[in-house]
């Protein structure tokens, strides 16, 4: 069966990185866009950024437009999100997403930015 499991959460001050991954397995993880999401209480789930089947299009929120990376390995069925710069409003759960019949979600992974 499908399943997304992101890792690296945490805590970091202000201004400071973190990288994200979610591996994937149970489909054909080259042949689809993949997405992270992030979601504070309260709050709509936000498209934070999307990168193509074969990574050669990306596309991000302008609230981290020039501060987050999407990547993906496609040998290693994971999808990368490196975030530099880091503020306390990029505070959420983060999430990764896949549509392939249905819309399919990691059970996401807490970014805290704090100092």
């Known amino acids: 069966q499908v399943q997304l499991v992101e890792s690296g959460g945490g805590l970091v001050q202000p201004g400071g990185s973190l990288r994200l991954s979610c591996a994937a397995s149970?489909?054909?993880?080259?042949?689809?866009?993949m997405n992270w999401y992030r979601q504070t209480p309260g709050k709509e789930r936000e498209l934070v950024a999307y990168?193509?089947?074969?990574?050669?299009?990306?596309s991000y929120a302008d609230s981290v437009k020039g501060r987050f990376t999407i990547s993906r390995d496609n040998a290693k069925n994971t999808v990368s999100l490196q975030m530099n710069s880091l503020k306390p409003e990029d505070t959420a759960v983060y999430y990764c997403?896949?549509?392939?019949?249905?819309?399919?979600w990691g059970q996401g992974t807490q970014v805290t930015v704090s100092s």
């Open positions: 990168i193509s089947s074969t990574g050669g299009i990306t």
């Open positions: 997403k896949v549509t392939l019949s249905r819309v399919y």
């Open positions: 149970g489909f054909t993880f080259s042949s689809y866009t």
